[in-house]
């Protein structure tokens, strides 16, 4: 097989990978939001269903960060079939959760229902963790694999990849709406269905001739890798998993910047350097450009199910819309790229997004309000494979974990800061926008809250139910057109992002222009051995 058919193969092994791990996101959020599903079959809460669904996501940014410490060591292919191992094991433990509620296919009633629900929630929930760690490790692997393989081409072909991460919310949501009346009869028909694409991508990557990391080839160390990211890159992302972790597990402040001191003094004291300050702000900018993108989902898909339901359409067509967009975009991304640069993409983007959100707090109707949120999908469109290259085409020598750490990065900042900051912005639009409007009301309907920047009032949903129908009427009126008015608070993040794009370019044109880095090759190909 000649070497550009062999890239191709892997790309598209590596693509598949990134349709399971689609695949898995959006079966799983079916599975624990309907509430005939899992909610009804193992008796769970609102607050179960958000710790099980939470589960099959923070492991994610943890699993990327750490693989990309030692995949060099272990190879593409062992952190391959690890990825599909976590597959199957969450299948097994799903499958066991339904075996335990259902012995012998028997219903089981009243207290043994109820001490049944409890054991397979554990299974699921434990099955939950093992799924998201291996759909970080399909992009630890896929990520500088692809980024290798092309070299000359980053910012196209990671844009091409993680096309495969709509594209998958596409088919995915497609196969969830045809399969409706299985799924309704037994569940586990989602369950199969991330089997199908899990299959394929090992069938088609088991065999592959992997590349050694180009900056393996090029000779570059471990040390010099770590050095990349230095101490100030390595403190923001030791600080974030730690912290994620210490939400998990209860820890206190003063044990998790313990844990993080220990963590960057060991890393300073091996590696000896701060970092590359370009790399590190593009760590930061990394924080806005995740909210932007993953933390205004929630809100906006909110916004876009009413007038669905009202029109007697399924919610699920939003992402299926909003995805088929992206999709489509990203397999077009090296040719606008080529014209006016990576960071030339993302300041454009940036616009789009501020244009989009904007658009989104005003707009009513379901017209105007998809036609808003098409504005705001082709600007999100771009942000995170085109930072993932530029980050690759400038750092090579940082190898995987400069590509990976940038994304571990983001995911987890949506999780601690950005999702809860902006569900913060909202619930204060809304208290504020009653206590104009219906002064009388507000200490009725509110309710104190805390998240990691602060305290905040919340206008509860609860305590509106219980006002007179006239009154109950008034505040969901003024609540739902607050929370949504935040949204044009929310776009000052990609109103930083944009300045932030605008300066690197400034500083690129005053080096010349933005070029790739490219680090010397091997004279030989080099391959991990099978």
């Not at 930072?387 to 949506?414: R, S």
Request: hydrophobic fraction near 55%; include cysteine.
């Amino acid at each position: 097989m000649s070497d550009e058919r062999q890239n191709k193969t892997i790309f598209w092994g590596c693509f598949i990978a990134l349709i399971t791990t689609a695949f898995a996101f959006i079966t799983r959020a079916f599975l624990v939001n309907d509430p005939a599903l899992w909610p009804a079959e193992f008796g769970l809460d609102k607050v179960q269903a958000g710790v099980l669904f939470g589960a099959g996501i923070w492991p994610f940014a943890i699993s990327i960060i750490l693989f990309s410490l030692v995949i060099d060591k272990i190879g593409y292919r062992i952190a391959m079939l690890f990825s599909f191992v976590c597959y199957a094991a969450y299948a097994a433990m799903a499958l066991k959760a339904y075996g335990i509620v259902h012995p012998g296919g028997a219903a089981l009633t009243g207290d043994a229902l109820l001490a049944a629900q409890k054991q397979a929630y554990d299974c699921l929930y434990y099955g939950s963790i093992i799924l998201g760690l291996g759909n970080g490790t399909v992009e630890a692997f896929a990520n500088p694999l692809v980024a290798t393989i092309f070299s000359r081409e980053k910012t196209k072909w990671l844009n091409m990849l993680h096309a495969g991460w709509p594209g998958g919310l596409v088919l995915g949501g497609l196969l969830t709406l045809l399969l409706g009346k299985q799924v309704a009869a037994d569940w586990r028909v989602l369950v199969y269905l991330i089997a199908l694409p899990a299959v394929v991508y090992v069938l088609i990557l088991v065999r592959a001739k992997f590349p050694v990391n180009e900056r393996v080839a090029a000779g570059t160390s471990y040390r010099e890798m770590l050095a990349e990211l230095g101490v100030l890159g390595a403190a923001l992302a030791s600080y974030l998993v730690v912290a994620q972790l210490g939400q998990i597990f209860n820890w206190n402040t003063n044990m998790v910047l313990g844990i993080v001191a220990v963590v960057v003094i060991a890393y300073g004291a091996y590696c000896r350097s701060f970092g590359r300050p370009l790399l590190f702000l593009l760590c930061l900018v990394m924080m806005p450009l995740a909210t932007t993108e993953l933390g205004t989902d929630g809100a906006i898909t909110g916004i876009m199910e009413e007038p669905l339901r009202a029109a007697n359409h399924n919610p699920l067509w939003v992402l299926i819309y909003t995805s088929a967009i992206m999709c489509f975009l990203r397999f077009r991304a090296g040719a606008i790229a080529h014209r006016i640069s990576p960071l030339g993409l993302l300041c454009c983007c940036s616009l789009l997004a501020i244009l989009g959100l904007l658009a989104l707090a005003h707009a009513s109707g379901l017209v105007l309000i998809f036609a808003a949120a098409t504005l705001y999908a082709c600007g999100k469109t771009f942000f995170w494979p085109t930072t993932l290259a530029v980050v690759a085409e400038q750092y090579p020598k940082g190898g995987a974990l400069t590509l990976n750490a940038i994304a571990g990065i983001g995911m987890l900042t949506v999780g601690i800061i950005g999702g809860p900051l902006i569900g913060a912005l909202q619930e204060k639009s809304a208290h504020t926008a009653v206590a104009a409007q219906k002064p009388a009301l507000v200490e009725q309907i509110s309710a104190p809250g805390h998240y990691i920047l602060g305290d905040y009032t919340a206008a509860d949903e609860a305590k509106i139910a219980t006002l007179p129908e006239k009154d109950k009427a008034e505040v969901e009126g003024i609540v739902k057109h607050a929370k949504q008015g935040a949204l044009g608070t929310v776009a000052i993040f990609p109103g930083i992002m944009l300045l932030s794009f605008l300066a690197m370019i400034l500083y690129f044109r005053s080096r010349g222009g933005y070029k790739p880095v490219l680090i010397d090759a091997p004279k030989q190909p080099l391959t991990e051995a099978r």
